[in-house]
T-cell receptor, first 114, second 115 residues
Framework: AQSVTQLGSHVSVSEGALVLLRCNYSSSVPPYLFWYVQYPNQGLQLLLKYTSAATLVKGINGFEAEFKKSETSFHLTKPSAHMSDAAEYFCAVSDGGGSYIPTFGRGTSLIVHP | DTAVSQTPKYLVTQMGNDKSIKCEQNLGHDTMYWYKQDSKKFLKIMFSYNNKELIINETVPNRFSPKSPDKAHLNLHINSLELGDSAVYFC??????????????FGPGTRLTVT
C-alpha cells in the first residue's frame, strides 16, 4: 500500500532563503512521485515528477527534488525563495500496489516573508 | 487551450437541492478523477473513471454520483445537498500506465457553497 507524509503543515521562509519541503513515502514497489503546487483560488499544477529515471529531478520555477530510496524521501527544494512561491504544495505517490489512483499528502503551506 | 475545464466555477445553493458539476478534458487522457478539497486544503479522492471502470471511495455518500458519457467528460451529480458538502471540487485527468497513473492535470475547481 502506498502512503505519503509531508512534514510540517506550514513552512515559513524569508525571501531569498532556501526552501525545503519534506515528503516521505511508503511504497511496496518503485514508485512514481510528484510534487504539485496550488496557488490561491486555483487548481493544482505539476511542479515536477520522478518516474524511475534520474534521481535528481528539476521542475518549473527553479524547484528540484531528489529521490532517495534508502530514506524513502522526495524532498522539494529551491535555493532562493521568491514572494511568488507562496502557495500550497502537495506531494503524491503512485505505485500501483493496490490501485492506480495516486495518494496525496496533506499539503504544506509555504509562507514567504519579505 | 484549456486542458481540463469545469463548470460552474462557483455554485451557491440551498440544502436539499440537486446540482451537477461538469468536467471536460482535451488531453486525450484515459482516466479522470473527482476530488473534494476541504477548508484545510486536504484533498480527498471521490471517484476515478478509467474507460468503463469506476472506482469509488467507499466513504463518499451515495448522494454523489459520477457520470461519464465518454472518455473526455466526467460529470458529478449531487442529490439532497447538505451543509457539509460545501467545499472546492476538482476534476483531474491523467494517462494510466499499467497499474500506475502518470501525472494529473487539474481543472480550476468548483467552489460549492450550501446554505
Amino acid at each position: 500500500a502506498q502512503s505519503v507524509t509531508q512534514l510540517g503543515s506550514h513552512v515559513s521562509v524569508s525571501e531569498g532563503a532556501l526552501v525545503l519541503l519534506r515528503c516521505n513515502y511508503s511504497s511496496s514497489v518503485p514508485p512514481y512521485l510528484f510534487w504539485y503546487v496550488q496557488y490561491p483560488n486555483q487548481g493544482l499544477q505539476l511542479l515536477l515528477k520522478y518516474t524511475s529515471a534520474a534521481t535528481l529531478v528539476k521542475g518549473i520555477n527553479g524547484f528540484e527534488a531528489e529521490f532517495k530510496k534508502s530514506e524513502t524521501s522526495f524532498h522539494l527544494t529551491k535555493p532562493s525563495a521568491h514572494m511568488s512561491d507562496a502557495a500550497e504544495y502537495f506531494c503524491a505517490v503512485s505505485d500501483g500496489g493496490g490501485s492506480y489512483i495516486p495518494t496525496f499528502g496533506r499539503g504544506t503551506s509555504l509562507i514567504v516573508h519579505p | 487551450d484549456t486542458a481540463v475545464s469545469q463548470t460552474p466555477k462557483y455554485l451557491v445553493t440551498q440544502m436539499g437541492n440537486d446540482k451537477s458539476i461538469k468536467c471536460e478534458q482535451n488531453l486525450g487522457h484515459d482516466t479522470m478523477y473527482w476530488y473534494k478539497q476541504d477548508s484545510k486544503k486536504f484533498l480527498k479522492i471521490m471517484f476515478s473513471y478509467n474507460n468503463k471502470e469506476l472506482i469509488i471511495n467507499e466513504t463518499v455518500p451515495n448522494r454523489f454520483s459520477p457520470k461519464s458519457p465518454d472518455k473526455a467528460h466526467l460529470n458529478l451529480h449531487i442529490n439532497s445537498l447538505e451543509l457539509g458538502d460545501s467545499a472546492v471540487y476538482f476534476c483531474a485527468s491523467s494517462r494510466r500506465g499499467g497499474t500506475r497513473s502518470y501525472e494529473q492535470y487539474f481543472g480550476p475547481g468548483t467552489r460549492l457553497t450550501v446554505t
